[in-house]
């Protein structure tokens, strides 16, 4: 699984953001020299996460991108299936319903556990975690994925 460049640039640029005091406006032109993007490929990236109600754009002079309070809170899988649409490891898993060769693939399973893991680490930590230095899931979350995911042992 690899994310999108406009989920990877999303992600650079609502943890900028949530660093910013509250109400504090950013030009296009600063928040593409903060993540590193460049700026045409980022003016479409804020737009989809203005469409998704993350951060709020304002025009004119004293115009640019402000992150909202939903943005602030939300967690790292918000942001990028905010860009990207919903993440899935493999096709099975899309619908939810179990797939129709699943007792016949010895891979589902892992899939299933793989896909879970995922989650609960992106859904673990808050973009405003994040730009506070706070870098790991909630622990409550890395517990789950422990029980989902056994700890491989050395014969």
């Known amino acids: ?15 900028h953001m949530a660093k910013l005091q509250e109400g504090q406006r950013t030009s296009l032109p600063e928040l593409a020299t903060s993540v590193q993007a460049p700026q045409s490929f980022l003016s479409k990236v804020m737009q989809t996460l203005t469409k998704a109600g993350l951060v709020r754009s304002w025009r004119g002079n004293d115009g640019g991108f402000e992150i909202l309070d939903p943005g602030r809170k939300c967690s790292l899988r918000d942001v990028v299936e905010a860009i990207d649409g919903p993440l899935y490891l493999n096709i099975c898993l899309v619908n939810g ?26 859904d673990g930590v808050s973009v405003t975690q994040m730009a506070e230095g706070h870098h790991h899931a909630h622990p409550a979350k890395l517990q789950q994925i422990g029980e989902v995911l056994p700890r491989k042992t050395n014969l």
């Open 1 to 15: 699984m690899l994310l999108t460049r406009a989920a990877d640039y999303a992600v650079r640029v609502m943890i």
């Open 97 to 122: 319903d179990a797939c129709e060769r699943e007792h016949l693939c010895p891979a589902h399973d892992v899939w299933e556990r793989a896909q879970m893991a995922v989650m609960n680490i992106l």
